[in-house]
């Protein structure tokens, strides 16, 4: 089946205008044009690699510019609340990171649950160093809720992995040294970080401070490229493969057999966490709040929310829209 190739207009916001972009690269506009405008990982690190040599990169903070007031109470509040809280977190202490990620499958699609999906990502000029920060409700031990530390830890380990697969799959044939530096946050520290893990002074393998308080802080795990456990799926990287033959950079090229070996993992790769992570997407609808036995649809756009119809979502899509789509 072909592809439908339409402009890129996802919910991201260049930093300074096309037009600056294209001046500065003298890129062929319809390169830019051609990158698949689902938000995937994959797409993403695609269309940065045509760019690498610019610094040039998107930033989605202004998705986040919403004032909590106007928002709409839901279960997508406090994962909207929590990324903007650690957006600003970045934006008062290290402000070479930028957003570009905030709710992303490796490719399109390959999310099926909900711990398949990654949280936050944020990049440097280099665009090739990554930091991934997990946002995740409230610690709790009691072994039920599948909200404790040792899912959290586990679920972001898995993460960093990922993306370090896909990195090496996308960046194989440069000469970069890429490196992936994660963490997760929660209520319990305010949505805050350890500031040694935005650093950009230290080598990617640091550890976390000392903790001073009671609260253990999360730990900082460090993904590079002589230590990721390889976690890509057949089914991935043939759809990775799909995408790099619609970039025209590197056109009906397909990943060599030797860096397939390398980022080709299985299923056991998958982190043990407790069932609840193990379940299917989402069952609460956003706008009527009831729980279904079905599937739910996602909102394609922010993929944030899920409504057990269309009807729901036409129904919260006044509220919703000050946060979906901005700009
Ligand atoms: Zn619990
Ligand atoms: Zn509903
Ligand atoms: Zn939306």
Redesign the pocket.
């Given at each position: 089946m072909r592809r439908r190739r339409r402009p890129y207009e996802g919910p991201q916001t260049p930093v300074g205008s096309l037009d600056d972009i294209l001046s500065l690269t003298g890129a062929n506009p319809l390169k830019i044009m051609t990158v698949s405008d689902d938000a995937c990982a994959a797409s993403t690190l695609i269309q940065y690699r045509m760019f690498r040599d610019y610094g040039v990169c998107t930033s989605v903070d202004s998705l986040f510019d919403a004032p909590p007031e106007t928002l709409p109470e839901g279960p997508s509040r406090e994962r909207y609340l929590a990324r903007k809280s650690v957006i600003a977190w970045f934006k008062a202490h290290e402000r070479q990171w930028t957003p570009i990620l905030y709710r992303y499958e490796i490719v399109k699609a390959s999310a099926k649950r909900e711990r398949d999906w990654g949280h936050l990502i944020f990049v440097d000029m280099s665009l090739c160093r990554f930091l991934l920060v997990m946002v995740y409700p409230s610690i709790c031990d009691c072994g039920e809720c599948g909200t404790n530390r040792h899912d959290y830890e586990a679920m972001t380990k898995y993460h960093a992995h990922r993306f370090m697969s896909l990195l090496k799959c996308v960046y194989h044939d440069l000469e970069i040294e890429g490196w992936v530096r994660a963490t997760y946050t929660t209520p319990e520290q305010n949505y805050t970080l350890d500031p040694k893990f935005a650093s950009p002074f230290e080598p990617p393998d640091i550890n976390s401070t000392e903790d001073a308080g009671s609260i253990p802080r999360p730990p900082i795990i460090c993904v590079k490229s002589d230590n990721f456990v390889p976690c890509l799926l057949l089914s991935e990287l043939e759809k990775i493969d799909n995408l790099r033959a619609q970039d025209l950079d590197s056109p009906g090229q397909s990943i060599p057999p030797h860096v397939r070996a390398q980022v080709l993992g299985s299923k056991d790769a998958r982190p043990g966490v407790g069932s609840v992570w193990q379940q299917r997407n989402s069952r609460r609808c956003s706008h009527c709040g009831i729980l279904k036995e079905k599937n739910l649809m996602l909102?394609s756009?922010?993929k944030?929310?899920y409504y057990c119809g269309r009807e729901c979502q036409k129904l919260a899509w006044p509220s919703?829209k000050r946060f979906?789509?901005q700009g």
């Open positions: 909102c756009k922010c944030l929310d919703h979906c789509r």
